[in-house]
């Protein structure tokens, strides 16, 4: 066989390619295989307690028993598939809500009801078991500036109640601070709250942070910005005996300077490197964004389209890199207008119609972040959960057997076609149906042995990797 290339040249352009490949491979990991939150719940720093997120689900679960006192109701308010089969009478519906409890996954996937009935029924066990994921202890807009002595007081009160918290076991799973940004005005009051809060947080729990913490930095504009906040992490890292970093950090993406500089160039991934590997994630400002666009109060919303272009550019900027991207908050509150216990009929009605329109808008915007690829976003309001939860496990259950037969059969036909030598050139459907169920089963939508109906181990679907599934299977 007679080759032309002499092999000491085709060596040294190898040897070329492959430094080129590995920094590439280097900025663009891939997906990583963590939990990611499915929301960020924020609170004033003034309001945070050890069972913060105890009484949190407390309050979600309450409010959807009283809107959504069936599951009917909620597939009704939704319109989630086949509610329009679902009986009308109380009577009629217990005794369906009686049947599909009795019977298996497998039967209850047969009956028109099988979404609705699941999906209410995983909200509950969500709300009385981890209602709150992520929680962010918040001293920028939901605390707002006050004098110093009195945020000094607050930094010190936030850190010993997440201490009880932590002790206690009542605190989130993912938990942290959000500090003010460090703009030219604010920038000391940001570090000085900073610093109160970890001396006091670590000084009462003996050098320990809680699992998952994380220090967001709003209003990022330039990476001089983020490369100060890691200076000050080694800081303090080094005063509290904490190991090289501990100590990580989120961003927001709020202001068009950060969608593109002054240059017409989307610095987001010099921002995120600046970060020296201590940025996990990037949050996106729905009223800040829209704001530093001129859309005025009124139509300052989620589905807003700046809001999807700031969306996309911070996809195209950070797609692979490992990074999580979370959306930004519904404003509109499901709580309503009336209160009290002796309400007429009218108001009572009148709160019904308030909280379920209020759904719709939380669970179509939550909708739209997870089919544009955001499978994270901002609740401000412990009313505002159970929605949270009904776009999240409608939104993977409404695709699951579709997502099985086609995962199933992909592989399969990619077995076949790796036998044959045929060419196999679609690797990318099948990365995008892995990355699915791991999501799912992340955030309790399916569970592990419903993700193997794929045919798929667990260890291969957490691989993230069809390439390395297809090898593994062609060794053996």
């Known amino acids: 066989m007679k080759f032309s290339i002499p092999e000491n040249e085709q060596s040294a352009l190898m040897q070329q390619l492959q430094t080129a490949n590995l920094r590439f491979q280097q900025t663009y990991p891939g997906d990583k295989p963590d939990r990611q939150p499915v929301h960020t719940v924020y609170g004033g720093a003034n309001l ?57 996954e497998t039967q209850r996937k047969q009956e028109p009801a099988w979404l609705a009935f699941t999906v209410y029924n995983k909200i509950i066990a969500k709300l009385q078991t981890e209602a709150v994921e992520d929680f962010r202890i918040d001293f920028e807009d939901g605390f707002g500036n006050r004098p110093n002595e009195e945020e000094d007081a607050t930094a010190v009160q936030a850190a010993r109640e997440l201490a009880a918290g932590m002790k206690n076991n009542t605190i989130s799973p ?20 900073l610093d109160i809060f970890l001396s006091a947080l670590l000084e009462q729990t003996d050098g320990i942070l809680p699992r998952n913490f994380v220090v967001m930095l709003p209003k990022v504009t330039i990476p001089e910005q983020v490369v100060t906040l890691v200076r000050l992490f080694e800081i303090l890292e080094k005063a509290n005996g904490l190991a090289p970093g501990s100590l990580k950090m989120e961003t927001m993406v709020e202001a068009t300077q950060i969608i593109m500089d002054e240059e017409g160039r989307n610095p987001l991934l010099r921002i995120i490197k600046a970060s020296e590997g201590r940025c996990i994630a990037a949050h996106f400002g729905t009223y800040d964004y829209t704001a530093s666009c001129g859309i005025t109060a009124k139509y300052q919303t989620m589905a807003h389209p700046v809001c999807d272009f700031a969306h996309h550019m911070t996809k195209v900027a950070l797609a692979g890199t490992g990074i999580f991207l979370s959306d930004g908050a519904t404003n509109v509150m499901p709580i309503g207008a009336h209160r009290g216990h002796q309400l007429s009929f009218e108001q009572m009605a009148e709160n019904r119609e308030s909280v379920h329109q209020a759904w719709r808008t939380g669970f179509h915007h939550t909708m739209h972040s997870l089919i544009n690829g955001f499978y994270q976003g901002w609740d401000l309001n412990p009313a505002q959960l159970p929605m949270r939860y009904a776009a ?26 790796t036998l044959t030598k045929d060419i196999f050139d679609d690797a990318a459907t099948g990365q995008g149906l892995l990355n699915f169920f791991l999501k799912a089963m992340n955030c309790g939508a399916i569970t592990a042995e419903e993700a193997t109906a794929t045919g798929l181990t667990i260890d291969e679907i957490r691989s993230r990797s069809f390439y390395r599934i297809l090898e593994g299977r062609r060794k053996k």
């Open 392 to 417: 999240t496990y409608n939104f993977f259950l409404n695709s699951y057997e579709d997502a099985v037969f086609r995962l199933k059969t992909f592989v399969e036909r990619a077995a076949i076609s």
């Open 174 to 193: 993912f938990i942290g601070i959000r500090i003010k940004p460090f703009t030219e005005d604010l920038k000391l009051r940001g570090v000085r709250t």
């Open 48 to 104: 945070f307690k050890a069972d913060t997120c105890v009484k949190m689900g407390e309050i979600a679960l309450k409010n959807l028993q009283t809107y959504a006192p069936n599951f009917v109701v909620l597939a009704n308010v939704l319109q989630l598939n086949g509610y329009e089969h679902l009986p009308k009478h109380e009577s009629e519906i217990e005794a369906l809500a009686n049947k599909l409890a009795a019977m298996t």
